[in-house]
């Protein structure tokens, strides 16, 4: 079964910046799409970017496009998120989410395997 470890959140101020991990095991890393989505309370779950294996094929939400980068190491199974200029509205639960090969579906529900989420939360 594959699972997905999210780390790196934290409490920031707003203008900071995190690094959000996304550590996959139980999966030899080939062939996926991994997002990362969030979601607050009261609010729909936004995909916030996603990158394919090959990482020709990578995506960002408007509301992240500038401050954001998505990156992978295939080699240590990871994929991570910078977040930079951070918002009071960048507060969320962030997940990581993977899809069995190198397609990324804009179905968020074509995404099988979940992590557990890592909070985010960014003060004014």
């Known amino acids: 079964q594959v699972q997905l470890v999210e780390s790196g959140g934290g409490s920031v101020q707003a203008g900071g910046s995190l690094r959000l991990s996304c550590a996959a095991s139980?999966?030899?890393?080939?062939?996926?799409?991994m997002g990362w989505f969030r979601q607050s309370p009261g609010k729909e779950r936004e995909r916030v970017a996603h990158?394919?294996?090959?990482?020709?094929?990578?995506y960002y939400a408007d509301s992240v496009k500038g401050r954001s980068t998505i990156s992978q190491d295939n080699a240590k199974n990871s994929v991570y998120l910078e977040m930079n200029s951070l918002k009071p509205e960048d507060t969320a639960m962030y997940y990581c989410?993977?899809?069995?090969?190198?397609?990324?579906?804009?179905?968020?529900?074509?995404?099988?395997?979940w992590g557990q989420g890592t909070q985010v939360t960014v003060s004014s």
């Open positions: 990158i394919n294996s090959w990482g020709d094929n990578t």
């Open positions: 139980q999966y030899r890393f080939s062939g996926y799409c």
């Open positions: 989410a993977l899809r069995i090969g190198p397609y990324c579906s804009q179905d968020d529900n074509a995404f099988p395997y």
